[in-house]
């Protein structure tokens, strides 16, 4: 009998390592014939601790586990599937996941993720092992047809990324992992690298092929300690199984990586200041161009992709580029694992075809809030993606439907507020966090962001409210097209999202406690 407790991050926070040990205690004291399994999350963040038991009928899932509900799972037969509150039936038919489309978190949660033979059993290496009969040009070619487009939040497309490096000249390339993951309410890349690591080795080794590339790193905050150890330990594993090295699989194509923590600035998710942290410079922002496709780390043409990209080439390769882009609309082709976060009902990673309305995704895949009350805005795609009201819920999530609406998908992160939100403290908050996480380099960022809080605390006084509003909608425009990267360029959607969806709660703070 196999039972699954969870070793992802935001299982450990709810206490997997403790119900683990109860299992164990309870295994060894009735003598069963029982092992616990440490695998990835499945995403459906509100029932963990999932834990998770392999029957004739498929695995069985419990939760939210707890230490102490241990015992009576025991008693209810819980290692043959029995029945008990705490019970979700199988796990392939709780419809958070029935619903979704699984193919770049298609392991994530089933697997050991430690597991190179768990991993190849699941169709792991399989993309590999076809790139390997490929030539860089006919790689490049499969995920520029694929559609695949950065899923750090830009959407630019990756095959034509790739390409850029392929063509550019220098005998020394590399590929950087951007896994800075700094967007809130985001835990995609975090769960890839916790739950499923070597598809991710297997990503950037295909990159390397595909560009002439033989180094690459993953380059990570330090506030993901699991991640880094489980990275680590599977770039061992992978190095020891020859699929790291000098000769990978035995081809004699040479491809090694390795892992680096940055130590937390929000603004070394930038690709530049990602390149200058890794050269063990400052996080500044360098100008663009030239780019770092052609000029980036030490000089030498570089892929930065996030590590969602890179996780979902193996499975393009696999399965074939037409597979993959059937899935999708528009210019938005494949899957994409959003990330429900915030106040909400079911909190987790919801991978599917981009497609789906706001509302949909919202109140029917998420439940609605969590407190039972009206949702009042959701703000997509990070600290600087806008807020959406519920009348704007019909919007396609989709790049360019996102874009229309002036907002932006991003690392595909939704977090939930209910009526209770005051919408001009999100804006205040908004500039503050600019501010702090600014790199100083350009003055509509650097200097703007600290205007725009002293305004937006003069709108909340009642100060000129009607010219400070007008004030804060010419610094948003001058911080939009003056700032010299997305932080201090993108701060101004939330910023005026809030204002433009929400007059009301721009207004002085005693009217609004007796309008409350
Ligand atoms: P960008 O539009 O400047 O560039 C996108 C990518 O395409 C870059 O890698 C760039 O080097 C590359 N590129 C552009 N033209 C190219 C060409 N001709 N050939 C080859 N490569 C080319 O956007 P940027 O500044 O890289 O990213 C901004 C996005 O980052 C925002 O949309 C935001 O959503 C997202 N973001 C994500 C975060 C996360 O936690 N994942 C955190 C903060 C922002
Ligand atoms: Fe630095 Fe802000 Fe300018 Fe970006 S916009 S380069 S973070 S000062």
């Known amino acids: 009998i196999t039972v699954f407790v969870p070793c992802d991050a935001a299982a450990l926070a709810v206490g997997a390592d403790k119900v683990a040990a109860a299992i164990s205690r309870e295994i060894e004291m009735r003598g069963v014939d029982a092992r616990v399994v440490r695998n990835g999350s499945r995403g459906l963040l509100w029932l963990e601790p999932m834990v998770e038991v392999r029957t004739e009928h498929g695995r069985i899932a419990y939760g939210p586990v707890r230490p102490g509900d241990v015992p009576g799972l025991f008693a209810a037969g819980f290692l043959e599937g029995g029945a ?6 199988r796990t392939r038919d709780i419809p958070f996941l029935r619903n979704q489309t699984r193919l770049t978190f298609a392991r994530c949660g089933v697997t050991d993720p430690l597991s190179l033979e768990d991993f190849r059993g699941y169709s792991g290496l399989k993309g590999l092992e ?7 040009g006919e790689i490049v070619a499969a995920v520029t047809e694929s559609g695949l487009r950065g899923r750090g939040g830009a959407g630019f497309p990756t095959g034509i990324k790739w390409k850029t490096v392929l063509d550019a000249p220098g005998t020394t390339k590399y590929i950087v992992c951007n896994a800075d993951e700094g967007d809130s309410g985001t835990f995609s890349d975090r769960m890839v690298m916790e739950g499923d690591p070597f598809m991710l080795i297997e990503g950037m080794i295909i990159a390397g092929m595909a560009t002439g590339a033989t180094k690459g790193y ?23 199984a020859n699929l790291l090295g000098l000769s990978i699989l ?35 922002v360098r100008a663009k161009p030239p780019l770092p496709a052609l000029q980036g780390l030490f000089g ?5 992709n996030n590590v969602i990209s890179l996780a979902s080439v193996p499975v393009i390769l696999d399965r074939g580029p037409t597979f ?22 079911h909190s987790g990673l919801y991978e599917t075809a981009f497609g789906l309305s706001l509302g949909e995704i919202v109140n029917d895949i998420g439940g609605g809030t969590l407190s039972g009350r009206p949702v009042k805005a959701v703000q997509v795609g990070g600290p600087l993606g806008a807020y959406f009201p519920p009348s704007l819920f019909d919007t396609i999530f989709d790049y360019e439907a996102f874009a229309a609406r002036d907002g932006l998908i991003g690392h595909a992160g939704i977090v939930v507020f209910d009526d209770t939100a005051d919408m001009l403290k999100q804006a205040r908050f908004a500039m503050e966090f600019c501010a702090i996480e600014s790199c100083g380099k350009c003055t509509p960022c650097r200097i703007g962001s600290i205007r725009g809080v002293e305004t937006v605390d003069r709108i909340a006084h009642g100060i000129e409210p009607e010219q400070n509003k ?24 939330p910023v005026m999202s809030a204002l433009k969806h929400f007059p009301e709660d721009f207004v002085p703070a005693p009217v609004k406690e007796a309008a409350e």
């Open 250 to 284: 035995g081809s004699g194509r040479a491809f090694d990586m390795e892992v680096r923590e940055g130590a937390g600035a929000y603004v070394c998710g930038e690709e530049t200041s990602l390149l200058n942290s890794l050269e063990g410079k400052r996080g500044i």
């Open 130 to 136: 076809k790139a390997l009969t490929m030539s860089p």
């Open 300 to 304: 030498c043409p570089t892929v930065v």
């Open 470 to 493: 007008a004030l804060l909608a010419d610094l948003c425009n001058t911080m939009k097209f003056g700032s010299l990267c997305a932080l201090g360029g993108f701060t101004p959607y």
């Open 84 to 89: 008990h509150p705490l019970c979700q039936g």
């Open 324 to 345: 993959y882009r059937d899935f999708g609309v528009g210019r938005s082709h494949g899957t994409i694992p959003i990330q429900l976060a915030g106040n909400v009902k």
């Open 218 to 240: 993953v380059y990570t905050r330090s506030e993901y300690p699991h991640a880094i150890a489980t990275m680590r330990q599977a770039i061992t594993i992978a190095r020891e």
